[in-house]
Every structure is written in structure tokens, then in C-alpha cells.
């Protein structure tokens, strides 16, 4: 009954993967501004949460001032990571982009236990090390060209802010809904976005809305509300370990929408995350 359960958790965790990969090619599509495009996404996005939230009879009381401080914050540091990732996303590709967000679980690694006061566990460090190794083989032509190196320094930045937000927010998800955590969080960047209406002059195109509404759909309230659930069933660093599959399916979308064919060192980067993957879903399902 308990493997059956862990074997569902590791299943909605890769399916949460599956969804949050999307951003990618999304991202590589949009012709306007990453803060622009984050704007339009979250007033998709909250139109979309707040349906859901209606219709499941989800509870969106906030229960303390504590709580609410720490959704806001949780929110602040998340519209930094999408802005940040997105802008990583314009000044490099795909495969740079991952390369530098999916240092997040090597972060959280060693900011876990400045949170929550557990000890350095030797085992995650060697999981992530091993994370890092295979996902720069995923970016095998990297080029330390200017715009890229940018891209590069970005993506390290947003990654910082990704770990900070799901340690954050690791102990309200016991507490309260994923989707809610995340109408919340949405709300939070609309918010510190709106001004933008007011100094630019950018107007979407036809792709352009296309892209925004399933970034909308498929990567903010399903792909973050499934990711945010699964921190209920595994630490913050087991959840980030088993979520670095994502630059694998980020790859494999790459390939269907825009033709980028893999070479052996991607092959070769892919089977050292799947090894990390595995090891630590058996490890944890043992737990």
C-alpha cells in the first residue's frame, strides 16, 4: 500500500516536470519583454486558478498574518525566478538556460539546512554534484560569448531564487491547497508588474498570446500547483532532485516544436540525471 502510494508520488512529481518543461519552448517563442510576457501570463493565469479554486470549493482563507507574510514573500521571490529564467531564455537558448536554473538542487542542497536545521546530508551533495555533471552535458556547445555568459549569470540567479521559494514555502503546503498557494503567489506578481502598463508601448502578437495563454495553462497552474502538492510527500531536496528530469523533457519537446536533435553528450548527460533520479526516488520511497 506504501509503495503503491510512493510509486503515485514519484508519477505526479515527473507528471508536475512534464508540465513546468513547457516553459522552455513557451519562453523561446515570445517576441516581447520577459517581464511583459511574466505580466501577461499571471492575468491568465489567476483567470485560470481562480476557476479552479471555484469549482473545487478550494478554501482561499489565509489563516494568520505570519502565514500571509510568508505567501507574499514566496511570491515575491518566485516572479524574480520567472523574470530571471525568462531572460535567461531570451540572451541564450534553451539548453543554457536549463543548465543554469537546474542548479537549484545543488542550492537547496545546502540551504535546507540553514531552514529547517537539518543536518548536510553527504548523500544529496553527491545526488546533485551528479546533477550538475549530467546537465552540462545536456549543453554540450556551450559558448561563453557575451550574451551567453549574461544568460549564463541570470539563470544561476534565478535558480537561487526558485530554492529560496520552495523552502519557503515547504511548510505552508501542509497547511493549505497547492492551487491556492499559487492563486496567492500569482496575485503577488500582478501586482509588482501592473505598473509596466503604464511605460510600455508592447503589444503581443497572434503567437504571442498563444504562447502566454498555455504558459498560463499548462506551466503556472498546473505544472506549479502539481510541483507545490509534492512537496507534501518529499523533502525540498528529494522534490528537487527527482524534478532535475525536467531539462530531459524540456529536451524532448525541444526536439518535437523546434527541431534541435540531441547529440551523444546530451545521451550521455540525460542517463547521469536518470541515474540521480532513480537513486533518489528508491531513497526516499525506502524512507
Known sequence: MIRN???KNIAGLNLAMLFV????VL?????ISPSLSILWRSL???????LYCWFAKINLKIKS???AFTIVLSGLFLTAHWITYFYSLQ???IAIALLSLFTYPILTVFLEPLFYKT???LKHVILGLLVIVGIYFLSSDLAFESDHTKGILVGLISALFYAIRNLILKKKVVTYNGSMLMFYQVIIAILVLIPLFFFTNEIPTSKDWQSLFLLALLTTAIGHTLFLRSLKSFSVTSASLIGSIQPIYGIILGIIFLQEIPNSNTVIGGILILTSVVIESIQSGKK
Open 5 to 7: 502510494q510512493h510509486i
Open 21 to 24: 518543461s513547457t516553459s522552455g
Open 27 to 31: 519562453g523561446r517563442t515570445l517576441t
Open 44 to 50: 491568465f493565469a489567476i483567470v485560470l486558478l481562480g
Open 65 to 67: 498574518k505570519k502565514d
Open 91 to 93: 540572451l541564450s537558448n
Open 119 to 121: 543536518k548536510l546530508n
